[in-house]
């Protein structure tokens, strides 16, 4: 039982699907970056984030499958990380891109520029040694989190504790399902918090 609820939260919390879940808290915000904004201006917005850094990905990620470029349906081995890594890379900053043509609010395309980063640093990290992407997505959404009260002088107290509850049950997912080891767990939080962090408070 418990190892089904832990493949549940594993697809839960799919590195793919944390974009989205970050531009819908930052869309639902009642702060100056989103309150301005039309309804249909956020929806369209969170649209295109779903399409290109979840729909597109995943759809070339499960080519990669059917074709034998990887030769793992989970993407369990090292080695078979690259090319996803490559194309989640491509994607994410495809997305920041448009976002900043688009002439949004810096803070939304912060976000997707630090996780393009994100994964150049677990790609480059992936070649010596696995580390969780499901935790570094997570702990780039409460880096997130405290950046932005940071960033806008205002406590997220309790978006900052459901990220970090997020956090732990996603590691204990991922451990529950032998993925990874501890170090490796937390190596993934602490770099995906400490890489949108830094940006956040780089740029405030």
Same mark, same amino acid.
């Given at each position: 039982?418990?190892? %089904? ?10 590195? $793919?699907?944390?974009?989205? *879940?970050?531009?819908?808290? $930052?869309?639902?915000?009642? &702060?100056? /970056?989103? +309150? #301005?904004?039309?309804?249909?201006? =956020? ?20 080519? @990669?499958? =059917? ?9 369990? =081995?090292?080695?078979? %990380? ?8 491509? /994607?994410?900053? #495809? ?13 939304? *395309? ?10 150049? #640093? ?7 040694? !696995?580390?969780?992407?499901?935790? +570094? +997505? ?5 880096? @997130? ?18 990220? $970090? ?7 204990? +997912?991922?451990? =529950? ?5 501890? &170090?490796?767990? *937390? ?11 830094? #940006?956040?408070? *780089? !740029?405030?």
């Amino acid at each position: 039982m418990e190892k %089904r609820i832990a493949q549940v939260i594993s697809v839960v919390f799919y590195p $793919l699907f944390v974009p989205t *879940y970050a531009f819908a808290i $930052l869309l639902s915000m009642p &702060a100056y /970056f989103s +309150a #301005l904004m039309p309804a249909g201006a =956020k929806w369209m917005v969170l649209g295109i984030v779903f399409l290109t850094t979840c729909i597109l990905p995943t759809g070339f990620i499960i080519a @990669m499958i =059917k074709t034998g470029m990887v030769s793992t349906t989970y993407l369990s =081995k090292r080695e078979d %990380r690259t090319m996803p890594y490559i194309v989640s890379i491509i /994607f994410f900053y #495809l997305t920041y891109y448009l976002f900043k043509q688009l002439q949004l609010s810096a803070v939304f *395309y912060y976000f997707m520029i630090g996780a393009t980063m994100l994964n150049i #640093l677990a790609m480059g990290i992936n070649f010596f040694w !696995k580390i969780s992407s499901h935790m +570094a +997505a997570i702990g780039a959404l409460a880096g @997130m989190m405290f950046g932005l009260s940071y960033f806008l002088g205002t406590n997220y107290f309790t978006l900052i504790s459901i990220s $970090l509850i997020m956090a732990g049950i996603t590691g204990f +997912a991922r451990l =529950k399902l032998e993925a990874h080891t501890p &170090a490796q767990i *937390y190596t993934g939080f602490l770099l995906g918090f400490f890489t949108i962090l830094s #940006l956040f408070l *780089y !740029k405030s």
